[in-house]
């Protein structure tokens, strides 16, 4: 898992939101698991999804030119995890490393902790459409060459948690996805959040709630069922579908069962610490709107 820059932990935070941000790698369910693939959600939420990425080290990918098509590198989640027999999605490939979301022609929202600096960038590839989507079928791990990008550039990368990358070019056959810019958030809003737990092929969770927002901080916390990797992955309005944070932070993943073997942790809808996301008011100004650029 990523370690989470010192400066992100800051001694101007109150001590609740402090407690989140200490297990920004944790994640975890609350009530019942709302995890989904792909295939199973609504058409509205898959064409969210399209625009949704996966963040890979370049190590982690091999090109075929002859084929025109790169391989992501894989290990069995249930492997690499320790997870207990029978734990949903144990037999599926884990490789990723975070999550974003596409919101400009070239554009990535993610987390600063996912692309601290430009080092990170230089090493970075943004991969479209690694999840499962058929029934029965397995995850897609070969790509065709165009569905995979390069970090260019970290354009923004600050406290709270969130950063801005720039692609090598603009993205074909994605469209970039719609922010909140006007509506304020509030307690009780129901919100979506598609991405990557435990580096898995994408996942969409719905069924969570924003439990207390923190406008002097930029975060607000919700009980959405998250997992590390997840980190980066946009959080949707469930009923305008429109990006109201970055997922950042939140409890731990997973609980060692007296087995010795890991498995899912587990919270009431309303316990644990919930989950830490960044607002999108703290940074929607450095989001072309692609509204206001049309006006003459």
Same mark, same amino acid.
């Given at each position: 898992?990523?370690?989470?820059?010192?400066?992100?932990?800051?001694?101007?935070?109150?001590?609740?939101?402090?407690?989140?941000?200490?297990?920004?790698?944790?994640?975890?369910?609350?009530?019942?698991?709302?995890?989904?693939?792909?295939?199973?959600?609504?058409?509205?939420?898959?064409?969210?999804?399209?625009?949704?990425?996966?963040?890979?080290?370049?190590?982690?990918?091999?090109?075929?030119?002859?084929?025109?098509?790169?391989?992501?590198?894989?290990?069995?989640?249930?492997?690499?995890?320790?997870?207990?027999?029978?734990?949903?999605?144990?037999?599926?490939?884990?490789?990723?490393?975070?999550?974003?979301?596409?919101?400009?022609?070239?554009?990535?929202?993610?987390?600063?902790?996912?692309?601290?600096?430009?080092?990170?960038?230089?090493?970075?590839?943004?991969?479209?459409?690694?999840?499962? @989507?058929?029934?029965?079928?397995?995850?897609?791990?070969?790509?065709?060459?165009?569905?995979?990008?390069?970090?260019?550039?970290?354009?923004?990368?600050?406290?709270?948690?969130?950063?801005?990358?720039?692609?090598?070019?603009?993205?074909?056959?994605?469209?970039?996805?719609?922010?909140?810019?006007?509506?304020?958030?509030?307690?009780?809003? @129901?919100?979506?959040?598609?991405?990557?737990?435990?580096?898995?092929?994408? @996942?969409?969770?719905?069924?969570?709630?924003?439990?207390?927002?923190?406008?002097?901080?930029?975060?607000?916390?919700?009980?959405?069922?998250?997992?590390?990797?997840?980190?980066?992955?946009?959080?949707?309005?469930?009923?305008?579908?429109?990006?109201?944070?970055?997922?950042?932070?939140?409890?731990?993943?997973?609980?060692?069962?007296?087995?010795?073997?890991?498995?899912?942790?587990?919270?009431?809808?309303?316990?644990?610490?919930?989950?830490?996301?960044?607002?999108?008011?703290?940074?929607?100004?450095?989001?072309?709107?692609?509204?206001?650029?049309? @006006?003459?």
């Amino acid at each position: 898992m990523n370690k989470i820059p010192s400066i992100l932990i800051t001694m101007t935070i109150m001590s609740c939101v402090q407690a989140a941000a200490a297990f920004a790698q944790g994640r975890s369910i609350y009530g019942t698991d709302d995890r989904m693939e792909l295939f199973e959600a609504s058409p509205e939420m898959r064409a969210l999804a399209d625009s949704v990425v996966s963040l890979w080290g370049s190590d982690y990918l091999d090109y075929n030119k002859e084929s025109g098509t790169v391989s992501l590198q894989n290990v069995r989640f249930g492997d690499y995890s320790n997870i207990c027999p029978g734990e949903k999605f144990r037999e599926q490939p884990i490789g990723s490393f975070c999550s974003g979301s596409l919101v400009g022609p070239d554009l990535i929202l993610t987390a600063a902790h996912c692309v601290p600096d430009q080092a990170r960038c230089d090493t970075t590839r943004i991969v479209f459409g690694y999840a499962i @989507k058929e029934p029965d079928a397995e995850a897609r791990t070969v790509m065709k060459k165009d569905e995979v990008y390069s970090c260019k550039t970290v354009i923004s990368n600050e406290v709270p948690d969130y950063a801005l990358i720039r692609l090598d070019r603009k993205v074909a056959g994605h469209a970039p996805l719609a922010i909140n810019r006007t509506r304020v958030l509030t307690e009780g809003d @129901k919100v979506t959040t598609i991405g990557h737990p435990f580096d898995l092929p994408l @996942k969409i969770a719905a069924g969570g709630t924003v439990r207390k927002v923190y406008p002097a901080y930029g975060n607000f916390l919700a009980d959405l069922d998250s997992s590390g990797g997840n980190s980066g992955a946009p959080v949707f309005n469930t009923e305008t579908r429109l990006i109201e944070g970055v997922m950042f932070g939140g409890e731990n993943d997973l609980v060692t069962t007296p087995a010795g073997c890991n498995t899912q942790a587990v919270f009431p809808q309303n316990g644990g610490r919930g989950e830490v996301v960044t607002n999108i008011s703290v940074l929607k100004s450095l989001i072309p709107d692609p509204a206001a650029e049309e @006006k003459p």
